[in-house]
Each structure stands twice: as structure tokens, then as C-alpha cells.
């Protein structure tokens, strides 16, 4: 699937028969970085400040204030208003008093890319990964997946292996990220038909046929998944 990533304006509608998915590039210039810094507040600032390497400061930065500015456009405010409660497992959300709209969101970046999911009320989760050499992937599969997502990756050549790996762990950590607890939530609880159409078997305590699965390639060498609760969704593309 060709996906075309379109340009916003700055006053964006959606509706609870919509998903808007934006992509941001996170390698900016030091002055684009500048100006995204102004965008935080005190903790997220403190927060940036506090990662090790430049790069990674960087990255936080630009894909905070983005994820700021992108909500701004539906909720018509100014960034520096968008706030963020936290849930126990670190995931935020809106605060209510600003989210008059009902916006779910998701957010995931991986080295240079950021991937954001925007729902009007239905719970989404969000993931990306870079498509790198993952020699442990059948070790990992062995740790993490469901016998049958083993196996599956255990009869695969080793190109294969890594892709596919990486499809079902997208998958299996949006759906996480969807409901609120991230891989914490148990990786292996979460059982995924590994071929075609790609489809929920499995998902304790959840009726598994109310989640939608989109996976996807953002770009060359990434692939991403989204995951949102709910029946039939339009699905909007934009690139920030």
C-alpha cells in the first residue's frame, strides 16, 4: 500500500469515524530545536535535559513540542496550553478541562521517526520500529510470543525473521499502549494470527473483534502498527 502524507492547515476536524496518523521527521536543525523547546514546560524541559546524549535530547524535544502543536489544531489553543495527566504505567493523556473534543492519542518514535495516532473518544495505541539486524529475533519470539507466533518465526530465513518480528511486536506493543499499560502488560498475552489478514486470536479479558490492526511502513527501513477500538475507521495520513 502507497500511503500519501499530506499537509495539515492549522484547523483540523475529526470525527469518532476517524484516525488521523501524522509523521515527523525528528532530525531538525538546532534552531528548529530551539524554538520546540520553547514549546515545554518546566518538567517536560527538566525531562529533555535530562537524557544523557544530545541526540536523544533532540529527539525528545522535537517530538513533545510536535505532539503539542498537532493537538493544538483540533483543540484550537495555543501548544504551550496543551497539558497531560499520567496514567500508573506513564502513559498521558489530555487533561479534561482542555479536551473538549474527547481526543484519545498515542504516540511512538523510533531513531529519527515519530509516529502519532489521533482518535475522536476511541482508545488507540501507537508503535514504530526501525527495521534493524535482529540476529535474537527467534530467541525473542521464544521469550515473548505465543507458541504459535514462535513457530511461525522459527521456519522463516533470517530476513524474514527480522520483518516479522518486528510486525507482531508492533502490533502486540501498540495494543498495549492502546489500553493503557505498555509491554508491561504481558507481550505474550497478546496472540496474533502471524499471517494475512493480520487479526487479533487472542486478547484476555477483551473482546478481540472490537480492535482494528493497521500495519504499516511509514517509511524505507520502518515499520509501524496502529491499534484502535472501534468498527470501521476512515484513515487520514499527515506528515507534520
Not at 520546540?36 to 518538567?43: A, G, P, Q, Y
Not at 515519530?114 to 535474537?136: F, K, N, Q, W
Request: glycine share 4%.
Amino acid at each position: 500500500m502507497n500511503i500519501v502524507w499530506k499537509s495539515p492547515s492549522k484547523n483540523l476536524n475529526i470525527n469518532s469515524q476517524e484516525v488521523h496518523i501524522w509523521k515527523k521527521n525528528l532530525e531538525q536543525s538546532s534552531i528548529n530545536v530551539q524554538k520546540s523547546f520553547k514549546i515545554l514546560n518546566e518538567d517536560e524541559k527538566d525531562k529533555a535535559q535530562r537524557f544523557r546524549f544530545e541526540k536523544h535530547q533532540k529527539r525528545f524535544t522535537i517530538a513533545r513540542s510536535s505532539l503539542k502543536q498537532i493537538l493544538s489544531y483540533y483543540l484550537l489553543i495555543s501548544p504551550q496550553e496543551i497539558e497531560f495527566e499520567y496514567n500508573d504505567y506513564g502513559k498521558p493523556k489530555l487533561l479534561d478541562k482542555i479536551n473538549k473534543l474527547g481526543l484519545q492519542f498515542n504516540v511512538s518514535h523510533s531513531e529519527d521517526i515519530a509516529i502519532y495516532g489521533i482518535t475522536c473518544h476511541s482508545l488507540i495505541g501507537v508503535d514504530i520500529e526501525y527495521i534493524r539486524p535482529m540476529p535474537e529475533a527467534e530467541n525473542l519470539a521464544k521469550r515473548f510470543f505465543s507458541k504459535q507466533e514462535y513457530e511461525y518465526i522459527s521456519l522463516l530465513s533470517s530476513a524474514e525473521k527480522e520483518r516479522e518480528f518486528f510486525k507482531l511486536w508492533t502490533v502486540k506493543e501498540a495494543y498495549l499502549k492502546a489500553i493503557g499499560k505498555g509491554i508491561s502488560g504481558g507481550l505474550e498475552k497478546v496472540e496474533i494470527s502471524p499471517n494475512e489478514p493480520i487479526k487479533f486470536l487472542n486478547l484476555p479479558g477483551f473482546n478481540r473483534e472490537i480492535w482494528q490492526i493497521f500495519s504499516f511502513i511509514p517509511e524505507d527501513h520502518y515499520l509501524a502498527a496502529i491499534v484502535f477500538k472501534g468498527e470501521y475507521y476512515r484513515i487520514d495520513y499527515w506528515q507534520f
